[in-house]
Structure formats: structure tokens, C-alpha cells
């Protein structure tokens, strides 16, 4: 076909400027062939030649952005229904008071006035026994004489009932004086003593009285 020798013809000479200009560029010497080849050109049918497919570089792939993660949508928990509020009850209308009943009133008592009480007598005064009168001529105690001996001396005090007839009914020993001896000695001699019995107003009376006996060893007797 005219096309394809046409073509390989102009490669050839494509070829051979290519390869002198690369010579005196480059300062290289041309080495003489020492055999001279024949140039063989053999024609190819051009349907016995594959076409020459270009290599077609794909073009870089574009980095694929990942999507962002959705957040999740919360899910609220579905409204609850509210039962309506039980409307309250009117109040009944209080009752109405019932009327007052008024009591009869008592009469009114007048309170006599009392006559004013008589005064009461005061009781009589009651004067005490008496055992110091001159004309009673009580004895003294006897004064022990082993008391005196071993130099015993004090004071008794006795509690004496006198009778209304002025005789000593019981004596007790209030006091004594430390000495056994001389209490027994006190008590014996006023139990037969007499008394100016006690008074109350104009009659004589039963009473208690204090007789106080003393001994000392001053005194004679």
C-alpha cells in the first residue's frame, strides 16, 4: 500500500537526521563502516500489522472524603398522656345556724345579811404549878454520902405532873446531873412534895412543871 511505504520511508529518514544531529552535538566521530550492508526493506501487509494501541495513563484518583458520621438522633421517650385532674366537688353550702334558744333566766336571790356573830370568850389562862411557896415546907434531897465521898455534885431537872390536888403524880428525869446517885436521890424526895396546883381561871387543873434540884458539895446538909 503506497501510505504505509510512505510512512516507513519517512521514519527512515526521520531516523538518519536524528542520528547525525546527535553526532555533531555530541563531537563524536563517525566510525567508517568497514562492510557496506545492503539495505534491506521488506514490505509488510499492513493488515498483518496489530495496530499499536496507546497506553493510556489514567489520571490519579481524587481521594474520596469519608463522610462524617451522623450523629444518632436521641429518641426521647414518647409523651405519657396525663389523666386530667378530677375536677373537685362543689361543697355543699353550709347549713344554716339554727336559731338560739334563750334560757330563762333564774331569778336573782337577795342574800340576807346575817347578823354579826358574837364575839367568843378567850379562853381562861392557865397559870402553872407552883412548888416555891415558903408554907409548902417541901425537904430538901438528901445528899448521898458516898456522892460526897467521891466529890459527886450537879444539877437535876425533873419534869413533874401535878395533880389538882397538888400532889406529884409522876416525875421524870429531864436532866440529870451525872451522877446516878443524886438523880435517884432528887426524884425520891419531890415525889412527896406539894404543889400549888395549876390554875385555870377559878378551878384548879392537872399540869406538867419543871423542878430543877441542885447539889453541891458547899452546902451543908
Do not use: C
Not at 396525663?82 to 333566766?105: D, F, G, I, K, L
Not at 417541901?138 to 397538888?166: F, H, I, Q, T
Request: aromatic share 4%.
Amino acid at each position: 500500500m503506497p501510505s504505509l511505504h510512505s510512512a516507513l520511508a519517512a521514519a527512515l529518514v526521520v531516523t538518519a537526521h536524528a542520528s547525525a544531529l546527535y553526532v555533531l552535538a555530541h563531537d563524536v566521530e563517525p566510525v567508517a563502516p568497514s562492510v557496506s550492508v545492503p539495505l534491506v526493506v521488506s514490505l509488510v501487509d499492513a493488515a498483518e500489522l496489530e495496530p499499536v494501541q496507546p497506553k493510556v495513563t489514567p489520571p490519579p484518583s481524587k481521594p474520596v472524603a469519608k463522610p462524617k458520621p451522623q450523629p444518632k438522633p436521641k429518641h426521647s421517650p414518647p409523651p405519657v398522656a396525663r389523666a386530667p385532674e378530677p375536677t373537685p366537688a362543689p361543697e355543699p353550702p353550709p347549713p344554716e345556724p339554727e336559731p338560739a334558744v334563750q334560757e330563762p333566766t333564774p331569778p336573782t336571790t337577795v342574800a340576807k345579811a346575817m347578823p354579826p356573830a358574837e364575839p367568843t370568850a378567850a379562853p381562861p389562862q392557865v397559870i402553872p404549878p407552883r412548888f416555891d411557896a415558903a408554907y409548902l415546907n417541901n425537904p430538901v434531897p438528901k445528899y448521898p454520902s458516898l456522892s460526897r465521898r467521891l466529890g459527886e455534885e450537879g444539877v437535876v431537872m425533873l419534869r413533874v405532873y401535878v395533880a389538882p390536888d397538888g400532889t406529884a403524880r409522876e416525875v421524870q428525869v429531864r436532866t440529870s446531873s451525872g451522877s446516878p446517885r443524886l438523880d435517884r436521890s432528887a426524884a425520891e424526895a419531890v415525889e412527896r412534895w406539894k404543889f400549888v396546883p395549876a390554875r385555870e381561871g377559878d378551878r384548879p387543873v392537872g399540869a406538867w412543871v419543871l423542878v430543877p434540884v441542885r447539889f453541891s458539895l458547899s452546902d451543908r446538909g
